[in-house]
């Protein structure tokens, strides 16, 4: 609970993305470590403290309008652009999907959209064009997390169609395609998700256990269940309801062989 912090002052008065001074009638909220806090914090504060998340989510907004597209880590009204997807999405489209009130849904809707759109932001032109983030992309240094990035941004795909739903009374079509991106990944020759490079081939060395420069801070093992929305899709891919129960008891038992090559944080 020590994140998000709250930004304004007794006034309302806070610095924005922008650099400008802002006034909101409630709370303004920044430090959303959101890939780290999108899956359980999030959620958890709907139900412990519902009547700070309509503040939270319109924080979202607020530096979304003021930046230009929704925070992907955001500190002290700036932008670290730490960490990957846009997970300001699922944190948005759980709020509405509870009818949280205190922001406006449309324009969540719509900033949503306009992030996950923007085709110089980290590869998300390419993922547009083929469905994933090719392996000799360099776009982010070092450390490309090609195979992390097109699973996150497909289930952000995922939560914008839900959101579609329920604000304009459809899901997007666009969206609910490429929530289904994750498919391109899947390599049947390994049984996981492997990296893809710009023609289309998978990783030739890949293995299942290393930490490589592809993956986030975890490997392919970890990364096989990234498919939140749509677990049906992965089990068919995974063979079936008993091959996927045999898979998540060996993900439980596995020990790597190399435990030399785990990242120290």
Known sequence: LLAPTIASD???AYLGADRRLHHTAGIHYSTFSLWD???ASHPLFTLICPERVGDMAQSLIDFGEQHGRLPVWSMWSSETDMMIGLHAI?????????GIGGFDYAQALKLSRRSMLDADYRSLGRYDRLGD???DVT???????????PLEYAYNDHCVAQMAKWVEGRSDAAFSRRSQNFRHLFNPASGFFCPRDSQGRFQADFDPEAYTPHICESNAWQYLWSVQHDVPALMQLLGG??????????FFTHSP??????PLF
């Open 139 to 149: 776009d982010m240094g070092n450390d490309d997390w090609s195979l992390s990035r």
């Open 10 to 12: 007794v006034d309302g």
């Open 257 to 262: 062989r190399d435990k030399a090559a785990l």
């Open 90 to 98: 699922p944190v948005l489209a759980d709020a509405i999907s509870k």
């Open 133 to 135: 983030v090719p392996s």
């Open 37 to 39: 806090t999108f899956r």
């Open 241 to 250: 309801r008993q091959k996927m129960a045999a898979r998540l008891d060996s």
